[in-house]
């Protein structure tokens, strides 16, 4: 995982938090697109494994881990496919999913995870206390959909990367709240 990324969330207040709708917001539904059909048995070796690379990732045991996403899109528009994983380890406490990862299975067996850039921190300066994230897709892009305590009607924070072929780019940042 992305150390920054992981720091920022270890940061976060230890409130409970409630994955966000993303069907709320048009298109963000997680698969939505490109999205390759996946056979149950595929799902549940995916299943799997990931909890195995989150064990692995997290220093946690597997039955401490709980996957909240686990979705599949092909972002690179190569034929594979792509894994959206949203996962809470023994390391989050009660302050949400600790894990957010873009997941390519590589060729030795396991996962390589794709990079997501992080956002600008003045970005968070409208979130009122506990805020986390969820992933969805929108059209071909990765979408970060962030929440808040503050019940404003909008999501406080989305932002959208798209693969420009080697890496995700930050495509829009949408924050209403910000001054």
Excluded at 131 to 157: H, S, T
Aim: hydrophobic share 40%; charged share 25%; net charge negative.
């Amino acid at each position: 995982m992305n150390n920054n990324r992981r720091a920022n969330q270890l940061l976060l207040l230890a409130v409970f938090f409630a994955a966000a709708p993303t069907a709320a917001i048009a298109g963000t539904e997680a698969g939505h697109g490109d999205r390759p059909p996946v056979s149950a048995a595929q799902s549940k070796r995916d299943r799997a494994a990931v909890l195995k690379w989150a064990a692995d990732q997290s220093g946690c045991p597997e039955r401490k881990i709980e996957i909240n996403r686990l979705d599949y899109f092909d972002f690179k528009h190569d034929g594979k496919i792509e894994l959206i994983v949203v996962a809470s380890t023994c390391n989050t406490g009660t302050a949400g999913p600790d894990v957010h990862a873009i997941l390519e299975p590589s060729a030795h067996g396991g996962f390589e995870e794709l990079p997501v850039p992080d956002v600008d921190r003045k970005y968070f300066d409208a979130m009122i206390l506990n805020y986390n994230y969820d992933f969805g897709v929108d059209g071909d892009m990765l979408v970060e959909i962030w929440q808040d305590r503050g019940d404003r009607g909008k999501y406080p924070l989305v932002v959208k990367y798209r693969w420009d072929g080697a890496a995700f780019v930050v495509s829009s940042i949408d924050a209403p709240y910000l001054k």
